[in-house]
């Protein structure tokens, strides 16, 4: 191991700079949920303004201070939120602590390997995500505000600090803190393919991998493909910004002035941010679903259905994902016929997406299904996954697309489809692996109780959301009190922002179960779940390299769960066959 | 005071939460029992509620249906907009089936196979029959779905034939205002550029340009004659914006430095619609639809659709750029 002339024991390199994949998915976990809380906290100061505009809150003027005196959100600042609480939400949540947190967990420990191929990328991985977290942070205390130009940062209003405040300095520390946040990206998914493709324990072939690699394989590839391409389009916006080119610049009057730019378009920057921004969905689902796939299949006791065809859809999902970024441009005055073509792209992946629903309600049915709060937060996400995918085929179509293109029927589609699928399949992941993660077991009865409060809240929140969109509701409005049509919404509104602060409370009921259970919950058994993947043949204490002895030798696909025999018995007398043991006589492997 | 108050409360839950979470450890220990075993009796409660959230959901899904579901967008005042509401309607006929009906295997299912230590799951790990059911029935009702959309989407993106009567609009958009500009007697604009901006030029409209000179420029509230073709070019002086009219299902963003169209056909007036919605005050509006500052939230323009001649009248009382 690289550090191996450190002694692992110092406080510094154990649980700082430590190369140990564990402990940097346990940084990337925490990280990750504080930045999210932080996220979560935003979207409630602002749903308190769209929910009673104009009223003042003691909450906004405490956490708010100086910036919002006397508690009354501005509209400079409403957008700041807005924006922070995306960029934070769909980076830092659910792209580095989802992915960051389980590949690094779980990419070792069930494809039998001791470490990842590089631990000091590794680590050198969570630290360029740490610095980009705290820049992103510092940037809400600089001059004009934290940036302001919605998470997608589209110039000119990004570029002119004329537009708006938050495009200062704000802006700049963004781009920062991007820049770094993607060196982080790339450092980790290249480790992820390097450790999944080489260093499989023996037997374990690519058709014996647990779908969760399969899916951190499939998200890690498409990072590495797309996350580059916001980097240019984050360069050439530094350039226009800072050393006056005009890449995205072009007649342009703000100010009192005309600006000198002249020859550029914005519609660059969108096609740049796009090709990544709509594989960034996928990079943000595709682990959510590998974790719930393989949760669903354990807690189920039946192996997964159709893992082949669940291998098939995530390739195919992958690959359709770079070929549609144009849906999010349809109104932007490109050529009607690419508008077509990307139609026809983004219909394309409801197929795929449906043999994974249909795949898991295989799964379900004629299981013997134990409801572990993980179990409870896999259901969930198929839920989710099928409430806010369905509208897909509304906003995927471009004619359809026309009238309700940036309103709310958006906002309730991306965050029930892409939001909370994502992050249910991160708690129901915590809730699993948190024996692996911590040596010891969460609370079941609060974790129940959280699921519910969240499932109850989460809908609560975005459903209605479809109904503002279908008025023609735009989204990032301040207050939708300036005009008469929508003044029929106050009560939609109010129930909306009613529920999202119950949701924050919800999730108090989390950290409580998390932070306890971490220090004082039950010691954990080394196989809770009566699961067959290598991570539960690894003692539960932790220390680096993963496996006292020789690392295990694969025998078997992951899958076999309440596999009988002729007489109708279990073969080898459990519910369950470790992918370590050997195959029987005549014993086929696989469900293939 | 009241911040101490509450921290003091906060930590009181917190040690209540520990001491309970403590004793129920014991409690199960005393039994010879694991805490975070699953037990069989919990898992079927948990799988009966996940039933009766079937019932919940689905009757908030139709309580919504009911409460806010009138109050939707009025009927489409486009031409082309029917045929958006028709597909869009058509849309909700095949995903509303299909959202009630998969939830309702996923959660009977959850409810009917939670555990139980008498039986055993079921070893199925495929059929290609199965899965190439379900690959090739959403395949069918996509493909009917893309064949429509696409209909829809060239028609409406196709741009009125140069022969045909239409009313010709230059709409500017910029912080936080809209302009439309009327291309007059002409039916031709004249050349507009940011450089031009001074004074009370506030679009940079030409003034050297011959065809500008009969233009007319309009803000806080435009008119538009009912039945014509209206064919709008999009400008943008400073960022983004997007004219977004949501009741004639149109839209398009407008790019500083890049023109865009739209056209549409206005088919029912203002006081049709008025009588439409049961609204006296009821308004056509042009909003903008894309984050462009501070006052994003506010900058709109009225639309007042009336007939040929209340519209030849309206028009001809406005002032030309060249006056």
Redesign the interface.
Known sequence: MSAHHHNENDFLFKYIFSTDHKMISKQFLITGFTMGFIGLVMSTLFRLQLGWPGESF?IVELLMGSWQEGGVM???KY?ALVTMHGTIMVFFLLTAGLSGTFSNLLIPLQIGARDMASGFLNMLSYWFFFVSSVIMLISLFVEGGAAS??WTI????SA?PE??PGSGAGMTLWLVSMAIFIVSSLLGSLNYIVTILNLRTKGMSMTRLPLTIWAFLITAIIGVLSFPVLLSAALLLVMDRSFGTSFY??????GGQ?LDH??????LFEHLFWFLGHPEVYIVLLPALGITSEIVSTM??????????MIGSMMAIGFLSFIVWGHHMF???MN?FL??VF??TT??I??PS??K??????T?????????PAM?FS?GL??TF??GG??G??LG????D??V???YFVIGHFHIVMGLSAIFGMFAGVYHWFPKLFGR??????G?LHF?TT?VCA?GVF??MH?LG???V?R?????S????FD??VD?NEFISTFAVLALFAQLVFM?NFI?SAF?G?R??QN?WEGTTLEWTTPVEHFHGNWYGDIPEVHRWP?D????DAN?D?VGGK?FIPQTTPLGEGEKD??? | M?TIIVIVAVLLV?VT??QL??I??LRAKSKGE???D?KEK??KM??L??FL?LFA?MG??AW?MCE??P???PVSASEH?V??DF??DL??W???P??IL??V???W??YK????SK?????????NK??LI??VV??LA?TV??LM??N???T??DPIPAETDHVLIEMTG??FTWTARYAGEDKKLGRS???L?EGANAT?VDAKDEFSKDDKLVKGEFHLPVNVPVQFV?RS????H?A?F??F?????C???????FNFVPTKTTAEMRKITGND???Y?L????????????M?MDIIVESQEDYDKWLAEQKTFGE
């Not at chain 2, 039986?119 to 059929?127: G, L, N, Q, V």
């Open positions: 003691e501005a509209p400079d957008l130009a919605g589209y110039p000119p209003l002119l537009a708006i610049l072009s007649d342009i009057y703000i005309v002249t020859g550029g378009s914005p519609i189920s006791r039946k192996p997964i259905f159709g893992y082949r065809a109104l932007t005055g009607p508008g077509a139609t026809f219909l394309l409801a197929i449906a043999v629903v249909f795949n898991y309600l295989t379900l049915w004629k299981g013997n299904i134990k409801f572990s409870l259901v198929v839920s099928i409430t369905v509208t085929l509304v179509n471009s004619a359809l026309i009238n293109h940036d309103t077991m969460m609370n079941n009865k609060l129940n519910w499932i809908y459903f209605p109904f279908l008025a023609g735009p990032r409005y301040y207050t939708n300036e005009f008469p049509m029929n919404m939609i409580f306890y004082r039950p954990a058994p809770p899958y769960y309440s596999k009988v109708g279990y519910d696989g469900g293939h | 009241m917190v939460g520990v979470l403590k129920a450890e694991n805490i975070y699953v919990d898992g948990q799988g509620l996940l959230f959901y908030y899904f919504q806010w579901g109050r939707v967008l907009g045929g958006i597909l869009m849309t909700f095949i995903i509303t299909v959202f998969t939830h295997v996923l959660l299912f959850c196979y939670a555990y139980s039986r055993k799951a079921f070893f199925f790990s495929h059929s199965l899965e379900w690959t959403p395949s996509l779905l893309i959309g696409l829809n989407w060239n409406i993106m910029q912080q550029h940011v450089t901006i940079g999009f002086i400073d960022i983004i997007s977004y949501p009741h299902r149109a839209q398009m963003n790019v500083p430095g890049v023109s865009t169209q005050e009821f308004n509006v909003l903008c639809n894309k984050i462009c500052g501070a006052a994003h939230y506010n709109q």
